[in-house]
């Protein structure tokens, strides 16, 4: 019996030694290094992320047996436009990705003085997440977009989202159901008032419709019905002076 142990002890401290150094040997075996990686999409008609393939990328000519899933997947679903991962090792030298993209996300346009796009990010769980430009225009005629000043960008980027522009999301993802009429959405927060000016563009009514506080979905489709009205008693759709209303909770104001 004490010689069995004795047996069991040395067979366990062989595999204890053996285990590593075949670990460590695959691991250095060049047929086992990724050549091959295949990425498969949730959204068959979209395009691949520039960001993901160029993660994806990084990847070949790795060893795939010390190759740490875990780790793959953290760093994908860091990427902007990934939702989330499967992956799947395919020996002897291929990796499976199979990639979850965010539904048509809102845009977030980081805009200069002179309104040029210097940036352009995705909201996500309360944090803006730039895209390369390379993937700027994947979903330009989809998405709604959203401009804001750079400098408040690089803020939010740094420091995360405050509530007041979290409320402006919001109001803009539910207002899809306009986005014929809503040609272009602006927000600044640089304002005495706490809700900052949120401007809702209808160019083919050369009309703004200005926020100062947080109203609701209804309100913004109910003002938009107001306005249309307006403008064919009043013909001011042919006008090409840009007229302005004022939305507040409890009522709208016509500027002159």
């Known amino acids: 019996m004490r010689s069995f142990r004795v047996e069991f002890k040395i067979a366990a401290l062989v595999l204890l030694v053996l285990l590593p150094l075949a670990y460590f040997s695959l691991s250095h075996v060049p047929s086992l290094y990724i050549d091959s990686v295949l990425l498969s999409l949730s959204e068959e008609k979209m395009a691949p992320p520039y960001a993901l393939k160029g993660a994806l990328a990084q990847y070949r000519g790795k060893s795939l047996v010390s190759?740490?899933?875990?780790?793959v997947r953290r760093e994908l679903e860091s990427l902007a436009l990934v939702e989330s991962v499967r992956l799947e090792k395919k020996?002897?030298?291929?990796?499976?990705?199979e990639a979850t993209l965010v539904g048509t996300p809102a845009l977030v346009h980081a805009k200069n003085a002179e309104d040029q796009t210097?940036?352009?990010?995705v909201l996500r769980s309360g944090a803006l997440l730039p895209l390369q430009r390379e993937d700027w225009?994947?979903?330009?005629?989809?998405?709604?977009k959203v401009e804001i000043p750079l400098g408040y960008a690089t803020l939010m980027e740094k420091y995360g989202v405050d509530a007041a522009f979290g409320q402006v999301m919001e109001l803009a993802a539910s207002l899809e159901g306009n986005s014929?009429?809503?040609t272009r959405?602006?927000?600044d927060?640089?304002?005495?008032n706490s809700f900052g000016k949120m401007v809702l563009e209808l160019s083919a009514l050369?009309?703004?419709?200005?926020?100062?506080?947080?109203v609701s979905a209804a309100q913004v489709t109910q003002a938009i019905q107001l306005v249309q009205e307006d403008q064919r008693e009043s013909l001011s759709f042919l006008r090409e002076q840009i007229i302005r209303y004022d939305l507040y909770k409890g009522a709208m104001v016509r500027r002159k």
Do not use: G
Request: aromatic share 14%.
């Open 67 to 71: 190759l740490s899933l875990k780790k």
């Open 206 to 214: 050369h009309v703004q419709i200005w926020l100062r506080e947080p």
């Open 118 to 121: 210097e940036a352009v990010y």
């Open 180 to 182: 014929t009429l809503i």
């Open 91 to 97: 020996f002897p030298s291929t990796l499976f990705v």
């Open 185 to 187: 959405i602006k927000y």
């Open 137 to 144: 225009t994947l979903f330009e005629d989809k998405a709604l």
């Open 189 to 192: 927060n640089n304002s005495s």
